[in-house]
């Protein structure tokens, strides 16, 4: 710690008669204010004080007689008292090497050696992470790893982790496709996607760390503070709300219109293992007929998807064509394609459909 | 264990319908009593309603088989028939024949040999007689 301080300031009185003239006087004079100077410097004390210099600290442990306390005089003593100690801490601080830094007299002040008490309580200790439980539940101790690590493409030492680390598999040049792997698929893409999942589960870990050792309630389910919250999300909320009751949510109330939940939790359920046995039988030999009678059921559903599936392309397809400056053979070629396509799955009324619409599309 | 739902009760008669065709229903419905399905640990089981009702009393891990197991469902969900359900499909089998040449061989035979033998019993010549050339 530095001090500044502008000019070597010593505490005196100025002498208030200067009515003599003569030299002898003069003379005199100056010794007597040079006697009171060093007199001011020099302070006599009956124990040494303590000083600690780098908190500007000065501790005086003389005795101090009760009559000097007493109405009159008190404010005299303890001016004189003041000044005399500080007189001291400066003499000590002029002790200290000084510099000058800009036509100013600066000294080094040394480390402080009285202990301060905290200003604040001591931090509790963290609950141990989810990481460090299981390592003390299984054991494992921590092993000191070197900092820096060989990395072979680049010929020299490199951080374990961080910036330009030591084998980072996002930063190859060439990636060779495994065979298993789709021929389309971007392999550096994939990595970085992988490196960015791995941050993020990292992220989420840490916070899920700091929650626990704050006990500050996350939210497993319902909403999370965010700006817009997804329909889903909220239809989620909701309901996770209403089974949050006593009664698992049988008996609260709907608003009007509100439609009672499906089922939508996450456990199946089957039929009793002793249900009725006629019933059963029943549904099972209903399910041969239909088997057993051969008409496609479903592809009713199915041929009318088709048809509406086509009818959506026709219409993007004249859209397509009206905006490219009616280029009749491109509007042709889709036309046709689309009128081959549905022929397999759809059944009689789908493949017909289909049909009769290629036909408009050559035009 | 547990009843077939309604798709796995589908995949199973497709499965059986290859082999005894439209006679499913007699497994189904009996004369002699009610028989069931039920499947435990991915496995269907045979059984008339009697030992079902002695079944409620062993726990799911203690429980090892139960009347006549007839298949599996594999991880994906395919029906697989096993050669306990002989017994049952036989009655009422659509054919029988006796493999002329072994798996692997059927694979990589020409479309002309022959692989399934018809060994017929000692009536069928007569039995069929208008049926046969």
């Not at chain 1, 000019?7 to 003239?21: D, G, L, R, Y």
């Not at chain 1, 008292?81 to 002790?95: H, M």
């Not at chain 1, 309901?239 to 939940?261: H, I, N, Y």
């Amino acid at each position: 710690m530095l001090v500044f301080f502008p000019a070597p300031h010593v505490f005196h009185c100025e002498p208030t008669n200067m009515a003599a003239c003569s030299v002898e006087e003069l003379l005199a004079k100056a010794e007597q204010e040079e006697a009171e100077k060093l007199k001011s410097i020099s302070v006599q004390k009956e124990l040494d004080l303590e000083f600690d210099v780098g908190n500007l600290l000065a501790c005086d442990k003389n005795r101090i007689e009760t009559r000097d306390l007493r109405e009159k005089k008190r404010n005299d003593f303890l001016r004189a008292l003041a000044r005399d100690n500080t007189q001291l801490l400066i003499n000590e601080i002029w002790k200290l090497p000084t510099e000058r830094v800009e036509e100013v007299i600066v000294a080094k002040l040394p480390e402080q050696t009285t202990r301060l008490p905290r200003e604040k309580p001591p931090p509790k200790p963290k609950p141990p992470t989810k990481w460090e439980q299981f390592a003390k539940l299984k054991g494992i101790q921590k092993k000191k790893k070197t900092n820096l690590v060989w990395d072979e493409t680049a010929k020299e030492w490199r951080r374990r982790w961080g910036y330009k680390r030591a084998n980072d598999d996002t930063k190859d040049w060439l990636i060779e496709v495994p065979e298993t792997a789709d021929p389309n698929e971007d392999q550096f893409a994939k990595r970085n996607k992988a490196k960015k999942e791995r941050v993020a589960k990292n992220e989420l870990n840490r916070l899920r760390n700091i929650a626990r050792a704050h006990k500050v309630k996350t939210p497993g389910e319902g909403l999370l503070p965010k700006a817009q919250q997804s329909k889903d999300e909220l239809a989620k909320a909701v309901s996770v709300a209403k089974t949050s009751t006593a009664s698992v949510g049988r008996f609260q109330d709907r608003l009007p219109k509100e439609k009672p939940p499906k089922n939508s939790g996450k456990k199946r359920k089957f039929e009793p293992l002793i249900g009725d046995f006629n019933s059963e039988k029943q549904k099972q030999l209903e399910l041969l007929k239909i088997m057993g009678s051969k008409t496609p059921k479903l592809d009713i559903t199915k041929a009318v998807n088709t048809q509406m599936r086509e009818e959506d392309r026709e219409e993007a397809a004249a859209r397509r064509r009206k905006g490219a400056g009616g280029k009749g053979r491109k509007g042709n070629t889709a036309g046709r394609g689309k009128g081959k396509g549905p022929k397999g799955k759809g059944g009689k009324a789908g493949g017909g459909g289909g049909k009769r619409r290629g036909k408009p599309g050559k035009h | 264990m547990r009843p077939l739902t309604e798709e796995e009760t589908k995949t199973m008669f497709e499965k059986l319908s290859k082999y005894i065709g439209e006679n499913i229903k007699l497994l189904v419905d009996r004369p002699d009593g009610t028989y069931c399905f039920r499947l435990h640990q991915d496995r269907v089981y045979y059984m008339s309603e009697k030992i079902l009702k002695l079944t409620t009393n062993f726990s799911r891990d203690k429980l090892i088989s139960v009347g006549t197991c007839f298949g599996k469902f594999t991880k994906t969900k395919k029906f697989r028939l096993h050669i306990t359900a002989l017994d049952f499909l036989a009655p009422y089998a659509k054919g029988f024949g006796v493999a002329a040449k072994s798996t692997q061989e059927c694979r990589r035979v020409d479309p002309m040999s022959i692989v399934v033998f018809h060994q017929a019993d000692v009536g069928e010549f007569i039995r069929s007689e208008d049926t046969l050339t």
